[in-house]
Nanobody, 125 residues
Framework: QAHLEQSGGGLAQPGGSLTLSCVIT????????IGWFRQIPGKERVGISC????????YYTDSVKGRFTVSTDKTKNTVHLQMNSLQPEDTGVYYC??????????????????WGQGTQVTVSS
């Protein structure tokens, strides 16, 4: 079972930026697909981005495409989510999650077996 430790997040003004990080042990990134999910109170987690650690292919939902960028740092076994042009509707608890890379870029929460602890992102003026 992978262990995921998240950092980053916090409060940003509309139009601002934040970066989330997810350190993964003990598996190497090339074995994994790494997803990012957002959850707001009373709602299910919604997938917003995914990256395959073997070839760095990425996927974004329409709501974040062009504003968010997912990347990997294989030297630190870490995945980053750079969030730019933040909007109030980006507010929520963000989770990173992993699954075997053979499952590709699908953002089906049930396919992800390991999850980070979650980090709050609040976008407000």
């Amino acid at each position: 079972q992978a262990h995921l430790e998240q950092s980053g997040g916090g409060l940003a003004q509309p139009g601002g930026s934040l970066t989330l990080s997810c350190v993964i042990t003990p598996y190497r990134l090339h074995e994994l697909s790494i997803g990012w999910f957002r959850q707001i109170p009373g709602k299910e987690r919604v997938g917003i981005s995914c990256i395959t650690g073997n070839d760095n292919k990425s996927y974004y939902t329409d709501s974040v495409k062009g504003r968010f960028t997912v990347s990997t740092d294989k030297t630190k076994n870490t995945v980053h989510l750079q969030m730019n042009s933040l909007q109030p509707e980006d507010t929520g608890v963000y989770y990173c999650a992993t699954k075997s890379v053979i499952f590709g870029l699908r953002l089906l929460a049930a396919e992800f077996g390991a999850w980070g602890q979650g980090t709050q992102v609040t976008v407000s003026s």
